[in-house]
T-cell receptor
Framework: DTAVSQTPKYLVTQMGNDKSIKCEQN?????MYWYKQDSKKFLKIMFS???????INETVPNRFSPKSPDKAHLNLHINSLELGDSAVYFC?????????????FGSGTQLSVL | QKEVEQNSGPLSVPEGAIASLNCTYS??????FFWYRQYSGKSPELIMF????GDKEDGRFTAQLNKASQYVSLLIRDSQPSDSATYLC??????????FGTGTRLTIIP
């Protein structure tokens, strides 16, 4: 059973389109995250939710909108995709805060904007 | 100045030798320090964490923390080809925000 699963694994789309990435965790964790990893492997937090409540919202364009219907799911919707949005997006979860607990990552979604 | 800095490498180490990976951080209030390993095309996985000054050993891995000098390092003894990966240093003030370095790419040469 996959602990943190995200879909799709690959997403190729045109500039200006809207797309969504879904994430689910079956670990019973309270906190979920979205991270963006660029081509230089720099992993940067975008959002953090604790039990469906937004905790961290880094300086991310408002074209990115996370949604957490329940504490096991955290989806990411991106409007008006731009070339610079091309990256690998990782969903992650932890029992407590990322600062003191192990992060469990999903397998990543490779987003390519053409 | 970046919050968490690592030498991007690549760092090449002969099989069986000790690989030494270094990381410096800028915020003196940092409390928690992590090392994640990421194989090419895969997601990061936690291999070590350390909270207190000094050394922490787990098998072939040793994490070293020096808060006065604001650096944390990872030593890998008896390096194996399977250790070839990118190693990400991550630092936290103890809250939900974990700040990652850009990673060091390690190659173990058979």
């Amino acid at each position: 059973d996959t602990a943190v699963s995200q879909t799709p694994k690959y997403l190729v789309t045109q500039m200006g389109n809207d797309k969504s990435i879904k994430c689910e965790q079956n670990l019973g964790h309270d906190t979920m995250y979205w991270y963006k990893q660029d081509s230089k492997k720099f992993l940067k937090i975008m959002f953090s939710y604790n039990n469906k409540e937004l905790i961290i919202n880094e300086t991310v364009p408002n074209r990115f909108s996370p949604k957490s219907p329940d504490k096991a799911h955290l989806n990411l919707h991106i409007n008006s995709l731009e070339l610079g949005d091309s990256a690998v997006y990782f969903c992650a979860s932890s029992q407590g805060s990322a600062g003191s607990e192990k992060l469990f990552f999903g397998s990543g979604t490779q987003l390519s904007v053409l | 100045q970046k919050e968490v800095e690592q030498n991007s490498g690549p760092l090449s180490v002969p099989e069986g030798a000790i690989a030494s990976l270094n990381c410096t951080y800028s915020d003196r209030g940092s409390q928690s320090f992590f090392w994640y390993r990421q194989y090419s095309g895969k997601s990061p996985e936690l291999i070590m964490f350390i909270y207190s000054n000094g050394d922490k050993e787990d098998g072939r891995f040793t994490a070293q923390l020096n808060k006065a000098s604001q650096y944390v390092s990872l030593l890998i003894r008896d390096s194996q080809p399977s250790d070839s990966a990118t190693y990400l240093c991550a630092v936290s003030l103890g809250n939900e925000k974990l700040t990652f370095g850009t990673g060091t790419r390690l190659t173990i040469i058979p």
